[in-house]
């Protein structure tokens, strides 16, 4: 059965970096791999995402310049690279997969459990 599993989250210091990895048990090596957010009292937002050949990555403004995702289809991994975490980036983290080119939340079809990062000082 396919299943995402998000590892990496925790508490850091405003202006640290932070690695969240989604380790992917099924085939998803032709599927959009994405990133979501969800903090207290919010809609889960768009975050991050990379096409299924890693040619393609699509990044919301709100962490562009700060984050960065990768994958590995070899391992079937993907990463979330922060960095210059902020207060506002606190959030439960959600990996997800997709099988078109999209940054809408029903279009994706494989979500993890998502992985808690807060950023306090």
């Known amino acids: 059965q396919a299943q995402l599993v998000e590892s990496g989250g925790g508490l850091v210091q405003p202006g640290a970096s932070l690695t969240l990895s989604c380790a992917a048990s099924?085939?998803?090596?032709?599927?959009?791999m994405g990133w979501f957010r969800q903090a207290p009292g919010k809609k889960r937002e768009f975050v991050t995402a990379i096409a299924w050949d890693g040619g393609r990555t699509y990044t919301s403004d709100s962490v562009k310049g700060r984050f960065t995702i990768s994958r590995d289809n070899s391992k079937n991994t993907i990463d979330l690279h922060m960095s210059d975490l902020k207060p506002e980036d606190t959030a439960v983290y959600y990996c997800a997969a997709s099988t078109v080119a999209t940054m809408r939340e029903s279009e994706y079809n494989y979500w993890g459990q998502g992985t808690q990062v807060t950023v306090s000082s």
């Open positions: 099924g085939s998803f090596t032709m599927y959009l």
